[in-house]
């Protein structure tokens, strides 16, 4: 009976890991990874391996989830190419005809909300001209654009689909996206469109 406490902290290790694959964040997910692995480091403890012990400690525990943490950081972020140049104005600024461009600020907090449902982050890449925007996009250096409509588009397929109240146009090249932002993008200043990667070279002038 005196060793009952051993049955104990073992069985603590199927029960945290168990709650580590019912787990759908991310973030929750690393705090109980690192549960998991001091759980087992105490378990090879108890059993007399403190050579697995310190091991598990050290490379199981704090370097994964060193590693774990980078990996979620940088693989759950939009990366969402705009231009720099002024082309994306502001509520407060007039334009030219001396109508008011929508506030583009809003539309980008609007997709913070929706992203930040998914556990996800909004990176915003500037570039200087819409060729070096779409080059980026074709070499897949970001997720998706964000630029205000032209006059005339190039895109006859992306020009017909124009909505004069939607003055900004989204496209991405990632489906799971694409389907999140049209199911809860509500947002009347953006059209969005799914762009097939493998077409892009295809579009370019």
């Known amino acids: 009976m005196t060793d009952s406490y051993i049955y104990v902290i073992i069985a ?63 693989s759950l972020v939009m990366r ?11 509520a407060d600024e007039s334009l030219p005809d001396g109508k008011t461009e929508p506030d583009f600020s809003q539309l980008m907090n609007d997709l913070r909300t ?36 032209l006059g005339l588009e190039q895109d006859e397929d992306v020009a017909t689909s124009r909505d004069e109240k939607q003055p900004y146009h989204t496209a991405t090249r990632i489906r799971r996206l694409y389907d999140i932002l049209q199911a809860e993008l509500a947002s009347p200043t953006t059209s969005l469109t799914y762009v097939n990667a493998t077409d892009l070279g295809e579009k370019q002038p």
């Open 114 to 149: 929706i992203l930040g449902k998914h556990y996800m982050r909004l990176e915003l890449v500037p570039y200087t001209t819409r060729q070096a925007l779409h080059r980026a996009l074709m070499d897949k250096e970001i997720h998706a654009t964000c630029t205000r409509w």
């Open 12 to 74: 603590l290790l199927p029960l945290s890991a168990l709650m580590l694959v019912l787990q759908a964040n991310p973030y929750n997910a690393l705090v109980i990874q690192g549960i998991v692995g001091a759980v087992a480091t105490l378990v090879y403890a108890v059993l007399g391996a403190p050579d697995v012990a310190l091991t598990q400690a050290l490379v199981g525990t704090m370097l994964a989830i060193t590693l774990y943490a980078i990996a979620v950081r940088s």
């Open 80 to 90: 969402l190419g705009v231009l720099e140049d002024g082309a994306i104005k502001t």
